[in-house]
T-cell receptor
Framework: DAGVTQSPTHLIKTRGQQVTLRCSPK?????VSWYQQALGQGPQFIFQ???????QRGNFPDRFSGHQFPNYSSELNVNALLLGDSALYLC???????????FGPGTRLTVL | AQSVTQLDSQVPVFEEAPVELRCNYS??????LFWYVQYPNQGLQLLLK??????LVESINGFEAEFNKSQTSFHLRKPSVHISDTAEYFC????????????????FGQGTILTVHP
């Protein structure tokens, strides 16, 4: 049973560029949440997707957007990258009504 | 709004010693509580969770945590640590999600780095 997978593992971008990160949920899960973990900090909730819609959103600007596909996989898009966007981006999946979130290995984004 | 405070940023201990990692939370609604562990350059792994029922929950590798509603705490303990327990530990809280569909977002503490010395 495959767990949560994310791609790419690492990514280097320059300020002003745009980036797309991808996540495949654990088999049988239908909800995907995204978190940003800056160095030395706990993860911060970005948003959650269920039934292809953004259901809940944290305190992140509109530069952060997402999408969920019919197969429950998800993308996180960040536009106009800033140096402060450098972080580990974590995807978590869960099953509606169960709630426990299982995390992927993350994508390390470095903005130069 | 929910918040989580992990009272110790770093906890150094010797192998086979007991350890306690402290976690306090604040919330205006009923909560679900979690401990996750993160090894260097990896994602988060679920260690244990409290959703309902017995206030003492255990993990398969010897950790346990007790939900104390009056103290709003969920401290993590292990009676005897191993070198392999060296990692960063995060306490997290989640309330009931909208529409009863999911438990919603997780709010994390700042993390506690546990270092086990030989």
């Amino acid at each position: 049973d495959a767990g949560v997978t994310q791609s790419p593992t690492h990514l280097i971008k320059t300020r002003g560029q745009q980036v797309t990160l991808r996540c495949s949920p654990k088999s049988g899960h239908d909800t995907v949440s995204w978190y940003q973990q800056a160095l030395g900090q706990g993860p911060q909730f970005i948003f959650q997707y269920y039934e292809e819609e953004e259901r809940q959103r944290g305190n992140f600007p509109d530069r952060f957007s997402g999408h969920q596909f019919p197969n429950y996989s998800s993308e996180l898009n960040v536009n106009a990258l800033l140096l402060g966007d450098s972080a580990l981006y974590l995807c978590a999946s869960s099953l509606t009504g169960r709630g426990t979130q299982y995390f992927g290995p993350g994508t390390r984004l470095t903005v130069l | 709004a929910q918040s989580v405070t992990q009272l110790d940023s770093q906890v150094p201990v010797f192998e086979e010693a007991p350890v306690e990692l402290r976690c306090n939370y604040s919330s205006s609604v009923s909560v679900y509580l979690f401990w996750y562990v993160q090894y260097p350059n990896q994602g988060l792994q679920l260690l244990l969770k409290y959703l309902s029922g017995s206030t003492l929950v255990e993990s398969i590798n010897g950790f346990e945590a007790e939900f104390n509603k009056s103290q709003t705490s969920f401290h993590l303990r292990k009676p005897s640590v191993h070198i392999s327990d060296t990692a960063e530990y995060f306490c997290a809280v989640s309330g009931g999600g909208a529409g009863g569909t999911s438990y919603g977002k997780l709010t994390f503490g700042q993390g506690t780095i546990l270092t086990v010395h030989p």
